[in-house]
Structures are given as C-alpha cells and as structure tokens.
C-alpha cells in the first residue's frame, strides 16, 4: 500500500515556456484565450486525481483521466473572459493548487477620433467600439522609412526627420525625405510609398489586442502583401526562402540538427520585391502568419508591460534597399579583420595540444592554407577560462587568476608555444566559450569559488523571487546563465579570461550558445525579464564578448557566434550551427545563408560537409567544400565522438578514409583560391558593408523584375558584387542548369560570355562549380587572372 504522505501532485501550468515541447505536465493552452478549450495535465502517484474548478463564484468537480505512468489530465471545457482558478486533488485528501488564471479580452481599433499634426509627425487618437482605445504616432526615422507606434496609452511624441502633414477629410497625407505617407480614416489603411510610385508597405490601424490576461497579453498588427507576392527575411531560416504560406515564430531556439523551421537566429522584418519591407521594433517572441491577403503579426506581452507594437514600413528603390535601411536602423554591419576571410580549420577531436599540432603541421605539410584555427575542447568546461590539466592553486571567487599562476601539463602543456607557433605560420586562434557557469557535481575547487561568489553578487539571471536561475534547456542543464545586462559582472567575468588575450595573445572567442533563457519571468539587472530576453540575450551576451575581444585586441579580433537577433551584424561572425553530413543539410545551409543576409547578417559561414555524423562521401565533400569557398566565411568543422574512428573533416582524413585524393587535391585548390581571393573579399566586405548590403544576396531580390524566373533556383546566389554562385545540391549531378540574371555574364572557367535572363546547361564536373563573373563588372580581369588560377 502506498504512503499517502509521499505521494506528491505535480503540476507546471506554463512549463518551461519551450515554444514547440510541452510537459506532460502543463496545462494546455498556457495562456488561454476566450473561446479555449482548456486542459489540465499532471502527475499523482497512483492516485485517483480530481480538479475542481472554481470559476465565477462557482466550483465545479471535473473527474480526472488516467494517461498511465501516473500521468492525469482534467478537461475544464471552454473558457471566457473572467477569472478562474482551480485546485488538483485525490481521493485520498492530497491537494495541489490553488492555480488562478484570468483570461483576458479582445479589443480592436475601430476610428479616429482625433488627428494632430506636428513638425516630425502625426499623432492619432484611436477609438474603439467600447469607447476610447488608444493612439497611433507615425513619424520617420530616416529617409524611407515610417514608424508607426500603437498603444494603449499616451502616444509617444514623433522625432526624427521633418515631415510636412495636411488632412483633406479623411485623408491625412505626409511627405518626408525619401517617403510618402497616405492615412484613410475611414478605412484605417497606412500606405507608405517613395515618391512618385504607387507601389509600398500596406499596413492598417485597425490593432487588435487581449489585455487583462494574467499570462500574457498580445497585440495583433497587419499589413497586406498582394496574393501570390513573395516575402523573403525572418532571419536565418533553414527551410524556404519565400515566408508566404506559413506561420512563422520569432523565437530564438537551439534546435540540434534538422533544424526545419527553428531557428538560432530570428529576425522579424520581411522584404517584398516591390522594394517595401515591414520590421516589428520589439524583442518579445512574436509570429508572423503570412497566409493571406491580410499578413498577421502576434506580438507576446507580459500583464505588467506596456500594450504597444512598433512597426517600421520600409520603402526603398530596390529589394536590398529595404535590407539596407533596416541594417542602418539596428547599428549598421561590422567587418571583421581581413584574416578572417581566409580558410578556417576546426574540430572538436583536437582535444589535446599533441593532436592541434599534428593538424597544424599537416596542414603545412600539405600545402593548404588557412587563416583561423577554432579550439573547442580546450578547456576545463568547469571553468571555460583554464586550460585542461592546467596546476594551480585556485583563488577567491572575486579574483582573476593570471598566466603566472599555472603550471601547464597533461593534454595542454604549453598553451603559449602552441599560439605562437599558429602565428608564426599565419593562424590566428579563437577559443570556445558558452555563457553559462556549468553545474559541476563533482568537486572543483575553482569553480565552486566562482559559483559561490557569482551567486553571493547576483551576476547571473535570476527567477521571479530572487534565486539564482539554472538553465532548463537540455544543454548545460542547471547551469547558472550569466547576466551580461550587469556591468559589474561582466567585468567580473572578462577579467577572468583577460590573461587568455594579454599573456597569451588569442585572437577571438567562438560564442556558441545563447540560447539558455527558459520561464517569462526571469529577471536581468537592467529590470528586463525573461519573455523581453528570449531574443535579447544573444546580442546581449556576443556583444559584451565582442566589445571585451575588440578591446583586448586593438580592435583585430573577432567572435564567432550562433544565435542572435535584430542587429546581430553589429558583431561579425556567425555560424549556421550544427547540422548533420547530408544533401539536404546542404541545401538547407544554402537556404539559411541566403536569409540571414536579406534579415542583416552579412559574415555568415557553416560547417563545410556538416558538422555531425559518419563522414560525408567525397561527392557530398567537394560540393560543400565548393560552396563553402566561396562563402563569407569559409570554416570546416566536426564533432567528436570517442567511440568511433576519425570523423575530422580535414581534407586528408577524407582522403584516406575513402582512398580517393581527390579530397585533398581539390580542397587544396579552393583554399589557394580562397587566399588569392583575400584581398578582394575583405575589400568587398568593406564597401557593401559601408552600404548595408549583405555578401551572399538572392538574384531574384537583385533583378526583382526577373523575380520569379530566378527564384526557381533556390540555391544560386549572388557573391559579393560581381560573382553567380551555383551550388551543385544533387548527388550524381554532373551538369547544371543555371539561371543567369538580366545582363551579361563571362564564365569564370571558360571566359565564355552569355546573355543573361535565360538557362544555361553547364558542366558541373566534381572538382568545379559553375561559377560566373557580371560581365560589366570593373574587377572583370582581375577575377578572370585569379580564376584561371585555379
């Protein structure tokens, strides 16, 4: 018989906030809306289970049904606007609860009640069926561009560029430098054109939103896009280029492998190739349903926040105009060092200082180029700030431990030679960091003094009622996650890493993670909460690594990251993640490059082959390694796995693994290539930097008049300025259609010259990608000598 006073309820209303996995515990849906169908699920230890409901001054008995494994679920029917709570029993007289919620009520925007102009804008109080609703504040922030701010409350006043208003009936009409502006007050629509064109961003007044939720409230915005009108951004995605026909999530997401429709980096801004474009000025989680006609925005909000939404209506002269404007908006894109635009080398079985040098000097040996060695397994990863098997004698929490202060043996014991040897043959060295102080069970005398000491100062993300927060998300599990929002702990945290950069001369950090922020109700130092830093704490975190690196290198270092939001090209590099050795993982690399730059990341790389698996073929290799080279970044990386042979993704591994030289041959002539290329690269980086422009570019989104004859290619891209780009995706291929833009192009092998605007079939032999150079490109013989080179 089992023990009445160990039997516990379990119950977690809202989970861990996971946007895509559930508990099977949680109630469902988490936040319900008017109308829901509301679920309750938990765990009793082999009790018959009960929920009774209390709603409106009533109580209802819901009977509970056993899903087995001591598993229950209550249904509580649907719901409406009020107030509900509810209690989880047994028969046996043990109880869990109570569990309000409110469900809160939709509002929408009906009129205007009242216009006022200004120097720098307009100000529209907004009325609904019930009586006064809010205000509307449309102003420009630069050329192009019209803020249109919703809220509940008072509007803020417009700033920005000077702006000429006049209201005729109904119609209100504004001019600004680069932007037109049309208001209809009966109809509530928002048309934002340049001058002289009809063609815009369409967007309404009519917001809609649910306020006086106890979970979380939202806001619905809307903009138009004609049927059949292509929408290209919402960061890096792995799956479509074209957004239209689906609900897309704002939400950054560690999703290993196979990533789909999740993504490490979110950004919510859309381009049409009408040259418009829509960005949402929030950090919350948000989505974008782009189904209809009538494109839906979902905007989260905590019960305590402001009910406002900011949308900034983008026009511009071309597609990439729009990406451009957007860029300027959000700190503009930073360019790295040029030795970053060189080969890259990397894998996590170089776990020990023997083995990074054996690869060095084969590397050497080989005659293959690079520029950047990656170190992963480094270090302690009790720490990540000492090296394995580093001797010392641990200091206070508070303190930073210097060069001096080891002895290096074991796996890493001269940390220093190993660097200078990497520059004296060209290699700069970045060093892998998480920003999460591991849980360690075992004892560890140096990190237990910095967890206590990060504990007792509060530098880490902390729950609603005070404690220190530990990550919930299944990497670095009950790790405390770093709080960058707080100076005094970031300086705490660098000052630890600073002899890495001082003593032993390193060169950037690889920034993986950031994605650890699991619970709406989080807090951070600067008064930010979890649902605000879902998306904000990537950029809060590289950023602090990235202005720590620029410091400690006079400015010739670099970060290289995985997740990040709106303005994460501030803080040059990033990577796509991990991805499995596939055709599709290719093609899917493909697809995420492309729309991280349209979304404003520019230095974008993936792992050459993919990063996870048995070795890919030699076919499958060549391709990615083609592709790779003529990336922003070009970086070969791998996992390790200790209870299987070699998976390094070098040149020669592949070779000797599958008995074919080609491997090495052909990756040795793309690296040489890459090298020959270094100069022109780092000085394209720096101009289409200087204008906004991403390297990798959709040809549709360039030549929007032949918008629909290009996309049908999915996988060709524009590099740089003056290069085609055409990945072979198919296993066995060995010829490829290319469809060349309006214009002419010159074959960058053959130095055949073709019109644009038609298919080519061009041979697409293993060792070569069709490739091709504008033709009115000014750099045309420079890039014709290098290339026939290769």
């Avoid at 569990?99 to 009129?111: A, H, N």
């Avoid at 119609?171 to 934002?192: F, I, K, P, R, S």
Wanted: a negative charge; glycine letters at 10%; charged letters at 20%.
């Amino acid at each position: 018989m089992t023990d009445i006073a160990t039997r516990t309820i379990t119950h977690h209303p809202t989970g861990i906030d996971d946007p895509y996995k559930r508990l099977p515990t949680e109630r469902f849906p988490r936040d319900p809306q008017p109308g829901d169908r509301v679920q309750v699920n938990f765990r009793a230890g082999g009790a018959q289970g009960a929920v009774v409901l209390q709603a409106k001054g009533g109580a209802v008995r819901v009977e509970a049904t056993p899903l087995g494994q001591d598993l229950w679920t209550a249904d509580l029917g649907p719901v409406e606007t009020g107030e509900y709570s509810y209690v989880i029993g047994t028969e046996e007289g043990v109880q869990s609860g109570p569990y309000p919620f409110t469900v809160g009520r939709w509002r929408q925007v009906s009129g205007v009640s009242r216009v006022e102009v200004r120097d720098q804008g307009v100000i529209l109080e907004l009325q609904g069926v019930e009586g006064w609703a809010g205000s509307a504040a449309l102003s420009f922030p630069r050329a192009g561009v019209c803020r249109l701010h919703f809220g509940t409350g008072e509007a803020p006043p417009p700033a920005g560029l000077p702006c000429h208003a006049e209201q005729d009936g109904d119609l209100v009409t504004m001019q600004a430098e680069g932007t037109e502006v049309q208001v209809n007050l009966a109809t509530l629509d928002v048309h934002v054109t340049r001058p002289g064109r009809t063609v815009g961003a369409r967007s309404t007044l009519a917001f809609r939103w649910l306020e006086g939720a106890s979970g979380l409230n939202q806001i619905e915005g809307r903009f138009r896009a004609d049927p059949g009108e292509p929408l290209y951004g919402l960061g890096e995605r792995f799956d479509t280029a074209d957004r239209r026909g689906r609900v897309s999530d704002v939400r950054v997401y560690e999703e290993y492998k196979e990533q789909g429709a999740r993504t490490y980096l979110p950004v919510p801004f859309v381009v049409s190739p009408g040259a418009w474009g829509l960005w949402l000025d929030a950090a919350e989680p948000s989505s974008f349903d782009l189904r209809g006609e009538t494109c839906v925005i979902t905007l989260d909000k905590l019960p305590e926040s402001p009910l406002e939404m900011a949308l900034h209506l983008i026009v511009a002269d071309e597609p990439y105009g729009v990406t451009a404007a957007f860029t300027a908006l959000n700190g503009g894109l930073a360019v790295p060092p040029k030795w970053a635009f060189g080969p890259w080398m990397s894998s996590n079985d170089w776990n020990n200082q023997a083995r990074t040098e054996e690869v060095i000097r084969r590397t050497l040996a080989e005659d293959v180029p690079a520029t950047v060695l990656v170190l992963e397994a480094w270090s302690d990863e009790s720490t990540f700030y000492i090296w394995n098997d580093a001797q010392y004698t641990p200091k206070p929490g508070a303190e930073a431990l210097t060069l001096s202060d080891f002895t290096f043996t074991g796996r890493w014991p001269d940390p220093k030679g190993l660097i200078d040897e990497c520059h004296a043959n060209g290699l700069h060295v970045l060093l892998w960091q998480i920003p999460v102080q591991k849980h360690v069970p075992e004892d560890h005398a140096q990190h237990r003094a910095d967890e206590a000491h990060m504990v007792g100062r509060g530098y880490g993300v902390k729950e609603a009622d005070g404690r220190p927060y530990r990550c919930q998300g299944w990497w670095f599990t009950d790790g405390l996650v770093m709080d960058f929002t707080n100076p005094e702990a970031s300086a705490w945290w660098f000052a630890k890493r600073a002899y890495l950069f001082d003593e032993l001369g390193i060169d950037g950090m690889k920034t993986d993670g950031g994605e650890h922020l699991w619970g709406r109700d989080l807090r951070l130092h600067d008064g930010r909460r979890g649902l605000e830093m879902y998306n904000g704490y990537p950029n809060s975190y590289v950023g602090a690594y990235h202005a720590f690196v620029q410091e400690r290198t006079g400015g010739n270092g670099l970060t290289f990251s995985r997740a990040g939001f709106t303005g994460a090209g501030q803080y040059p590099a990033h990577w796509a993640g991990d991805e499995n050795s596939t055709w599709n993982a290719l093609r899917a690399s493909i697809q995420a490059g492309l729309s991280a730059g349209v979304s404003g990341v520019s230095l974008w790389s993936w792992d050459i082959g993919g990063f996870s698996g048995e070795i890919p073929t030699v076919e499958l290799y060549l391709r990615s390694v083609a592709f790779g080279a003529f990336c922003p970044v070009m970086q070969y990386h791998s996992e390790w796995n200790p209870a299987v042979e070699n998976r390094d993704r070098t040149p020669w591994n592949l070779a000797e693994r599958h008995r074919d030289p080609r491997t090495l041959e052909v990756y040795r002539r793309y690296a040489k290539l890459r090298m020959r290329l270094l100069d022109y690269l780092y000085g394209e980086a720096q101009a289409m930097s200087a204008e906004g422009l991403p390297l990798m570019r959709y040809p549709g989104l360039v030549s929007p008049q032949a918008g629909a004859f290009l996309a049908a290619d999915p996988h060709a891209y524009l590099f740089t300025r003056d290069l085609l780009v055409c990945p072979v995706v198919e296993k066995g291929a060995q010829a490829r259609e290319v469809r060349l833009p309006p214009g002419r192009w010159v074959d960058a092998w053959s130095g055949r010259t073709f019109e644009g605007n038609r298919v080519v079939l061009v041979p697409a032999p293993l060792e070569c990608l069709p490739l091709f150079i504008r033709a009115d490109s000014p750099r045309l013989e420079e890039l014709r000598v290098i290339f026939a080179t290769f």
